[in-house]
């Protein structure tokens, strides 16, 4: 079993910044695939991005590429999110994610295992 635990989600202006947190507990999260999805309102979940147990992997969904970054430090089971030059468009609760490589999904992981959510809101 995973556990997995969202911090550092807030208001901030388009144009800002802010770093998610995504704490792990469970002896699989170094050779998991992690990720984050997001989910607005009255939308479908969508990907976001995802980083390979190595960290030397990540994929990114179009419309974030070039304005957030994965990464990962697997000594502290924890996966982060950075977000820069955020627009409205990016306000979603978002949800970190972990499983097991599978090329069949998007970040080709199968998110067995989700955290809770943490609400991000980018003011025009």
């Known amino acids: 079993q995973v556990q997995l635990v969202e911090s550092g989600g807030g208001l901030v202006q388009a144009g800002g910044s802010l770093r998610l947190s995504c704490a792990a507990s469970?002896?699989?999260?170094?050779?998991?695939?992690m990720g984050w999805f997001r989910q607005a309102p009255g939308k479908e979940r969508e990907f976001v991005a995802a980083i390979r147990w190595s960290g030397g992997i990540t994929y990114y969904a179009d419309s974030v590429k070039g304005r957030f970054t994965i990464a990962r430090d697997n000594a502290k089971n924890t996966v982060y999110l950075q977000m820069n030059s955020l627009k409205p468009e990016d306000t979603a609760i978002y949800y970190c994610a972990t499983g097991a490589f599978d090329r069949r999904f998007l970040g080709y992981f199968d998110p067995a295992y989700w955290g809770q959510g943490t609400q991000v809101t980018v003011s025009s």
């Open positions: 469970g002896r699989t999260f170094s050779t998991y695939t």
